[in-house]
């Protein structure tokens, strides 16, 4: 999950280099924190949240395989 | 670059099994040398096929930022063929993260009025329904996270469509079918109809399919994501 919120996040921003993802595990659950350089904010979380929203889409297909439930948070830098 | 050099992968078919090879070194066909160690065969109905191997080896690198690997956003597509690449490796990309095991075909639709083709990805495989959801949700955002993607490294907007084992081309049927119903509807009873939420490209399939309907008009009303189309007659 976490490989694949770094693959969509550096794919979109204007430096991939910034990019990071921490994974925080507790039993079931798995929480994403990705950050992002400032001036990227906008390009992952989208207008209304729509590309953060449609991440979070995604990582519940991989959470499911696996049994886990997880959440994606966008850490303002 | 990588330190890796040569790299064997196994599919169900040698193009399968080049592109995900292609799509896991984050290289260009034309980076690599394709040396197909087993064909495979398919087998009778599915049972006994043999899984195609290939080996692809990275060309010595010119000097040059060129071909580096897949983390850096490829360079703006020139050539129609760089567009359906990045297209490929995108889907592989994401699919192969979400762990789910599937093949992909890309190809050119027709142009729209502006000329524009767009790029249509074809998923199949089996119990693929994880990517389709409810309503679709699964698939419109695998579709907007691709088209954003594919676009960011085109340098340019690109419309890219994807379907799953034919689902948009069945739900357009029944989308068609169940406007005409409703327009009866609206028709008999001279009360407007309102059909179930649904999302831009489908409330679009509803207005055209309705838009030389002698007895009704379509209009959109509500917020996203709970937008919906009302059949009005005249």
Redesign the interface.
């Known amino acids: 999950m976490k490989a694949l919120t770094e693959y969509i996040a550096r794919s979109l921003v204007d430096h991939p280099e910034d990019v990071a993802v921490d994974e925080i595990r507790h039993s079931g659950r798995v929480t994403l924190e990705l950050h992002v350089a400032k001036d990227d904010m906008g390009r992952v979380i989208g207008k209304g949240g729509r590309v953060a929203n449609a991440i979070r889409t995604l990582l519940r297909v991989a959470a499911e395989r696996d049994g886990s439930q997880v959440t994606l948070d966008v850490v303002e830098p | 670059m990588n330190e890796r050099t040569t790299l064997e992968k196994i599919a169900a078919s040698v193009d399968e099994a080049v592109a995900d090879g292609l799509a896991e070194l984050g290289l260009p066909a034309e980076a690599v040398d394709v040396e197909v160690l087993d064909s495979g065969s398919r087998g009778l109905l599915g049972i006994g096929g043999r899984q195609a191997r290939v080996r692809l080896t990275i060309k010595p690198q010119p000097a040059g930022p060129d071909a580096g690997p897949a983390?850096?956003?490829l360079p703006a597509a020139e050539a129609d063929d760089d567009l359906l690449r990045i297209a490929r490796q995108?889907v592989t990309?994401?699919l192969d993260?979400?762990?789910?095991p599937a093949f992909v075909d890309i190809r050119y639709g027709s142009a729209d009025e502006e000329g524009s083709r767009p790029v249509l990805v074809d998923i199949h495989g089996d119990d693929l329904g994880?990517?389709i959801?409810r309503r679709a949700?699964?698939l419109n955002?695998?579709q907007?996270?691709v088209n954003?993607?594919v676009s960011?490294?085109a340098g340019h907007w690109v419309q890219v469509t994807i379907d799953v084992e034919g689902y948009r081309a069945r739900r357009e049927r029944q989308l068609r079918q169940m406007a005409q119903r409703m327009a009866d509807q609206a028709v008999k009873t001279g009360h407007r109809q309102s059909l179930e939420p649904m999302p831009a490209n489908e409330r679009r399939l509803i207005h055209i399919e309705l838009r030389d309907h002698p007895d009704v008009t379509t209009q959109s009303v509500g917020d996203?994501p709970a937008r919906k189309v009302t059949i009005v007659p005249k």
């Open positions: 983390a850096e956003p995108t990309e994401l993260k979400m762990k789910v994880v990517l959801g949700e699964i955002a695998l907007y996270i954003l993607i960011k490294q996203e």
